[in-house]
T-cell receptor
């Protein structure tokens, strides 16, 4: 079985400053990991994914995440926040890719990112 | 290429009724998954279909069911609605079961 813990339920940063959203996972197998973003009243949009290739994954809109197996972490970062980044961010693990046979995607609780002008 | 579409976008029902939600995947995608999103439980996996067969099922009661058609379109049905079924229901499609899932805008269901 796999699970995901997002360590920050709410994060507030000033526009132009770095963003860090933390995610830890547990999985019996080598997981595939994703970050999705959800803007108000919208569906989920894929930001980036890790599937056992490069440990530093670059996504859309300047976001990137680093897979650290020793720390079982997959933190999301962005060097400079923009007002349009304000949204809910979900860290997601999938066991389907790794033969775990688990059910679909497992979502973290979400991190609400607030951007201060 | 058009994204995942879900209909209807909003729905209001009363307890005891049933509801059917529809999802049209991205063209060429054969796998469709359904998720329920609520403030209390977050995002939870309902089930996944591939080539008209249910491949995986989450921990939901039998009132929740689904199916997939030969054109990969999928429907989800909830019978005997309860207040707790009020949620945003998200559909996601992928090329196969092993590919990245792309989400639709969701159907917001309110049960009164």
């Amino acid at each position: 079985a796999q699970s995901v813990t997002q360590l920050d339920s709410h994060v507030s940063v000033s526009e132009g400053t770095p963003v860090l959203l933390r995610c830890n996972y547990s999985s019996s197998y080598s997981p595939s990991l994703f970050w999705y973003v959800q803007h108000p009243n919208k569906g989920l949009q894929l930001l980036l994914k890790y599937t056992s290739a490069a440990t530093l994954v670059k996504g859309i809109n300047g976001f990137e995440a680093e897979f650290k197996k020793s720390e079982t972490s997959f933190h999301l970062t962005k060097p400079s926040a923009h007002m349009s980044d304000a949204a809910e961010y979900f860290c997601v693990v999938s066991g389907l890719y790794s033969g775990g046979g688990d059910d679909g995607l497992s979502f973290g609780e979400g991190s609400h990112l607030i951007i201060q002008p | 290429k058009a994204g995942v579409t879900q209909t209807p976008r909003y729905l209001i029902k009363t307890r005891g009724q049933q509801v059917t939600l529809s999802c049209s995947p991205i063209s060429g995608h054969r796998s469709v998954s359904w998720y329920q999103q609520t403030p209390g439980q977050g995002l939870q996996f309902l089930f996944e279909y591939f080539s008209e067969t249910q491949r995986n099922k989450g921990n939901f009661p039998g009132r929740f069911s689904g199916r997939q058609f030969s054109n990969s379109r999928s429907e989800m049905n909830v019978s005997t609605l309860e207040l707790g079924d009020s949620a945003l229901y998200l559909c996601a499609s992928s090329l196969t079961e092993l590919e990245t899932q792309y989400f639709g805008p969701g159907t917001r269901l309110l049960v009164l």
